[in-house]
């Protein structure tokens, strides 16, 4: 799962215990109250990292690149990755169809509160690191931005905006492959693959840039 052990084992316990979960087996406990707190840790200590990291950027490059990297999305593909979606305990009614992603991301969340809780700041922070070097390939504020370009230049031709969708994903939860295709109304523009989503999603806009200029 992740480089980080408890000492206190409860509160991993209660980070992985869905509310579905709670209600059906009698638990006075589940994560929401953690997955506030830890999405308020998660904000904090990767904002002090990229503070740290990224001194030449004002506040709103700053912004921008936390917001691609703390939201919804991203911490799916995280939990995905350290194994969340098979730790956490959901009830029966949410067992065949697995974690959504908003459930694995909710408990992503929690997981952070939980460390805070156990280790304080400093573990958190490392936990942080991990989340960030995992984003590592979409953190750089001078990376070329394909999906704007292409959107910008479909615009142009008069051709509205395209639609990204992951249509498979392959490899071991730590070693996972996303597969997105583009598309413009129902025309196919291009797919490509990637380590994340978002590398995918990069990847085939460049892909259909390149078609586009011949």
């Not at 408890?6 to 979960?21: G, I, N, P, V």
């Not at 503070?51 to 911490?75: A, F, N, P």
């Not at 249509?167 to 291009?190: C, N, Q, W, Y």
Request: proline share 3%; with cysteine.
């Amino acid at each position: 799962m992740i480089n980080y052990i408890f000492r206190k084992k409860d509160l991993l316990r209660e980070a992985l215990t869905h509310s579905s979960y709670a209600n059906e087996s009698g638990l006075p406990y589940h994560n929401e109250r953690m997955e506030f707190l830890g999405d308020a840790v998660l904000e904090l200590t990767v904002s002090d990292l990229l503070y740290d990291r990224y001194k030449e950027l004002d506040e709103g490059q700053l912004t921008r690149i936390r917001s691609q990297i703390v939201c919804e999305k991203k911490l799916y593909e995280w939990a995905l990755a350290v194994g969340l979606h098979r730790a956490v305990r959901l009830g029966r009614s949410l067992i065949k169809k697995g974690p959504t992603p908003a459930i694995a991301a909710d408990t992503a969340e929690s997981l952070f509160g939980a460390v805070f809780l156990d280790g304080g700041y400093s573990a958190a922070l490392s936990l942080a690191k991990a989340y960030l070097e995992f984003h590592r390939d979409e953190l750089s504020p001078d990376r070329q931005d394909t999906k704007t370009l292409l959107q910008e230049t479909l615009q142009a031709m008069g051709r509205g905006v395209p639609y990204y969708r992951t249509v498979e994903r392959t490899g071991p939860d730590h070693s996972l492959k996303f597969k997105v295709e583009v598309t413009i109304g129902d025309e196919l523009l291009a797919e490509a693959w990637g380590n994340t989503i978002k590398e995918a999603e990069f990847e085939a806009a460049g892909a259909a840039l390149k078609k586009m200029q011949g």
